[in-house]
């Protein structure tokens, strides 16, 4: 019997397999993939680490802690993780990505940024061209994650473990004296089980009917063009909430391109097993024409497309719990586009539920039971 299974192997899931190793115990973890792969969220280049766009939140505290993280697997893989950029939050001052005023939020937190008019904007980074009103906020020590090397390297720090890859968990039962984990291979058993499917959670998990919604997303690479495309290596990355596009972000061109895309845009819910992973001219011409009006010249020819998975909560904000029938499991859920920055803390926390460690930071906002009221929860056997 091993010490701790673990249901998904990618960016929380390889994170928690690592951290119980760390500590010195067995486990077991299973993937239906191997990743990195593209099939779910855990790919596409890179991703932003961040203060300012969590104003006011238990995003800040967790932020710092997985920066630090982040630093020490650089140091201790040899690899290189992520590189400091700077990032821009943009949009309307009652808009989603900067209601609540988040400079002062964030200042009093510690974080240094800077509050920049429309006209510095376009003199500090020339190839943006924001319309008037646009309110931004900018964070020079906001870094950017490789993802494929930061994935990679959590893996390698969990690779004493028994990672079964292209084994998808299909079902699993708790009682008394452990968790059984069944695969499309073979039947294994460990004292406790760490549920982190992505966007296969309800399947592991039906009874909870938690109001996960799964979300077909794409990833765009452009050569980068113009006469500041050197400059747009320097960085920085971008959010930028838009009136009506939705909420369009870029990054600092890599050896992939210049990558863009959308978050959070209505009609794209999706089931996993049925997601479209074409990407169809038209989706990218909407985008291009967003850097028309708004980075005039700076996309060139298309490099690369491709579709990633967010699972959704109403909120937007985790779930990180124990099962509220089986105490022996816990799920997190409902990554929401923005979890894999948090990767190596959400790990750790984890580890502390199986390990019944207290963790150093509140959890409560993550709880499960908050959707109780809004979907009740259905026990096993009453389905």
């Not at 969220?41 to 710092?64: K, Q």
């Not at 990505?97 to 003199?123: F, K, M, N, W, Y």
Request: aromatic share 10%; with cysteine.
């Amino acid at each position: 019997m091993y010490d701790f299974a673990v249901a998904g192997l990618g960016a929380i899931g390889s994170a928690t397999a690592a951290e119980l190793l760390r500590r010195g115990h067995s486990v077991v973890g299973f993937d239906r993939y191997h990743p990195p792969h593209t099939m779910g969220s855990a790919h596409s280049d890179t991703r932003m680490i961040r203060e300012a766009w969590y104003h006011g939140s238990p995003y800040v505290p967790l932020g710092r802690d997985a920066y630090a993280r982040w630093r020490r697997l650089e140091r201790t893989s040899g690899r290189t993780l992520l590189r400091t950029a700077g990032a821009l939050m943009m949009g309307p001052e009652d808009g989603r990505v900067l209601a609540g005023h988040p400079l002062a939020s964030v200042t009093r937190g510690g974080t240094d940024c800077i509050s920049l008019s429309v006209q510095e904007v376009a003199e500090r980074f020339p190839w943006l061209r924001p319309d008037p009103g646009t309110i931004s906020i900018y964070e020079p020590g906001a870094a950017v994650l490789s993802l494929e090397a930061c994935l990679e390297a959590t893996l390698e720090a969990a690779s004493a473990a028994d990672l079964r890859f292209d084994e998808p968990v299909v079902e699993w039962s708790a009682s008394a004296s452990g968790v059984r984990i069944g695969t499309e291979r073979a039947e294994y058993r460990a004292r406790r089980l760490a549920i982190a499917a992505g966007a296969w959670t309800s399947r592991l998990v039906p009874e909870l009917g938690l109001p996960l919604e799964v979300e077909r997303t794409v990833q765009y690479w452009f050569e980068p063009a113009g006469a500041h495309a050197p400059a747009l290596a320097d960085g920085p990355a971008w959010v930028w909430e838009l009136d009506r596009e939705g909420t369009w972000y870029g990054f600092p061109p890599t050896a992939r391109g210049l990558k863009a895309g959308m978050h959070f845009q209505a009609g794209r819910g999706t089931e996993v097993d049925r997601v479209d992973r074409e990407v169809g001219d038209s989706e990218t011409e909407a985008l291009r024409r967003l850097f028309a009006r708004y980075a005039p010249g700076a996309a060139g020819p298309l490099v690369h497309a491709s579709v990633c998975l967010y699972t959704n909560t109403p909120d937007e904000n985790f779930i990180l719990d124990r099962h509220p029938y089986h105490p022996r499991v816990v799920v997190f859920a409902g990554g929401s586009g923005h979890a894999f920055k948090f990767a190596p803390i959400l790990g750790a926390f984890m580890a502390d539920l199986l390990t019944d460690v207290p963790p150093r930071h509140e959890l409560s906002p993550f709880s499960a039971a908050r959707f109780r009221s809004a979907r009740p929860w259905t026990p096993p056997g009453r389905r």
